[in-house]
């Protein structure tokens, strides 16, 4: 392991130690102080994302734009505070931290004995929709992980997703692949972020007027096991409590080859996560490159 390895890992390991113990406040206002001064600095990620924000936004002023990144990372800072206190909370305040609507969508589905898959993109805090699910409902679920460098701070992930109540799998390729479909075979849920491509060759997608490309994970799953495959947006308000939308499922084209039905499939997923973006852009946590624009070429056939 790396120096840097090794100062990444005792980051986030002080974080899961230390932040979960401070009171909900306290960590509110510690949250909101490390946005603040991340903002001022205009680092490459702040700057990123005020360039992703400008695709979301077209015609934002430059005033604007600033104002939403500013925004932006006071909530991707609220996402990573509750994140490592998230296991310090009770159910009670887990249940109330989180109110989607449309949520008989998943208990309908998988009532119906079909598996579930829930698509999510960047937004707000996925791991609290994620324990709620677990908790409030009682509904274990699957979902994959990107391998991150050092590995015992991959491990770290891991073991805390597992202690809310997650199966996480290694995102790698096929043999995830075959472990999700078994488990919507059996009925089950899975869960995955599929706003951001990880491969590389991922089907290339219309989003917010320019191409990106987006995993075919979540249309393929579907296509394969009859699983129902519907897009979630998360968003927050003023108050303590994340609000959220389970959309519509996502239907399986007729007729078509596989290749056409994915790419259906997965414009489906981008035009809603789009919806939900377009309404809360400053809870979009997308530091990255996102847009064929700003990458490289495709890697590989999807």
Request: glycine share 10%; aromatic share 8%; hydrophobic share 45%.
């Amino acid at each position: 392991m790396t120096a840097a390895e090794r100062l990444t890992d005792g980051l986030y390991g002080l974080g899961w130690s230390t932040v979960k113990k401070l009171p909900e406040p306290v960590a509110a206002r510690l949250g909101r102080t490390v946005a603040d001064a991340a903002w001022k600095r205009r680092g490459k990620g702040v700057q990123r994302l005020e360039a992703n924000y400008a695709r979301v936004v077209p015609g934002a002023s430059p005033e604007r734009l600033a104002e939403l990144s500013r925004a932006g990372m006071r909530s991707y800072l609220r996402y990573w505070m509750e994140f490592f206190r998230l296991p310090a909370w009770s159910a009670e305040r887990v249940r109330t931290g989180f109110d989607p609507k449309g949520a008989h969508h998943l208990t309908d589905g998988l009532a119906a004995g079909r598996g579930v898959i829930l698509a999510l993109p960047h937004l707000a805090n996925w791991d609290l929709a994620g324990a709620w699910v677990t908790t409030t409902l009682g509904i274990p679920f699957t979902t994959v992980a990107e391998r991150l460098k050092p590995e015992s701070l991959y491990d770290r992930f891991v073991a805390y997703r597992e202690g809310l109540g997650m199966e996480v799998l290694a995102h790698s390729g096929a043999s995830a692949f075959g472990t999700l479909a078994r488990r919507l075979r059996d009925g089950g849920l899975v869960c995955l972020v599929a706003d951001r491509d990880l491969s590389a060759a991922g089907v290339e997608v219309d989003f917010f007027g320019e191409r990106a490309r987006m995993p075919a994970g979540p249309a393929l799953l579907a296509q394969q096991t009859g699983a129902q495959l519907l897009p979630v947006t998360l968003w927050y308000d003023d108050s303590p409590v994340m609000q959220g939308r389970v959309h519509p499922p996502v239907e399986v084209p007729g007729t078509g080859t596989r290749i056409e039905k994915t790419a259906a499939m997965t414009q489906a997923l981008a035009d809603a996560f789009a919806s939900g973006i377009a309404e809360h852009p400053e809870d979009w946590h997308m530091l990255q490159r996102l847009w064929l624009a700003d990458l490289g070429p495709a890697k590989g056939p999807a």
